[in-house]
């Protein structure tokens, strides 16, 4: 009985420090309103968009979905956040299509990242290449 009891303390123990630093897709129905408000001002632009809200989450668009007719459609796969030391890295690779009717392309896609602590940089990597956040914003 008393191995069963340890056992189940360990578990416990180890699941309570492995919060670490998380990230889902969302929608903007499910977003506070400053940060749909944010979002939905710079909608009318394509681009990367980052808005820290409060002291633990950030929100990400990636926002492709605005095609000139004949251009190629931008679009985003393989999104992922993880930490190392100071530093979140997020990284997802763009794509570009000439397929216009393909609606399972995700041009227009929003993340939430929970972050476990405090950290000093965060940096964007698109195929691999680091990039510039086009606007950044918060409360």
Excluded: W
């Excluded at 069963?4 to 416990?12: G, I, N, R």
């Excluded at 939905?40 to 990367?48: I, K, L």
Aim: proline share 1%.
């Amino acid at each position: 009985m008393k191995k069963l009891l340890s056992l189940f303390t360990l578990v416990l123990f180890l699941v309570g420090c492995n919060s670490g630093l998380t990230f889902s897709e969302t929608t903007m129905n499910h977003i506070d309103k400053d940060v749909r408000e944010f979002f939905e001002s710079v909608e009318s632009e394509n681009g990367v968009y980052l808005f820290f809200d409060g002291e633990k989450a950030l929100y990400v668009l990636l926002n492709g979905k605005n095609v000139i007719q004949g251009d190629p459609a931008t679009y985003y796969t393989n999104f992922n956040v993880e930490a190392t030391d100071d530093t979140i890295n997020v990284r997802f690779n763009k794509d570009e299509t000439d397929d216009y009717t393909n609606k399972t392309l995700n041009n227009h896609v929003l993340f939430k990242i929970n972050k476990d602590k405090d950290y000093e940089y965060i940096r964007f990597f698109s195929n691999g290449q680091k990039i510039p956040i086009d606007v950044v914003s918060g409360n």
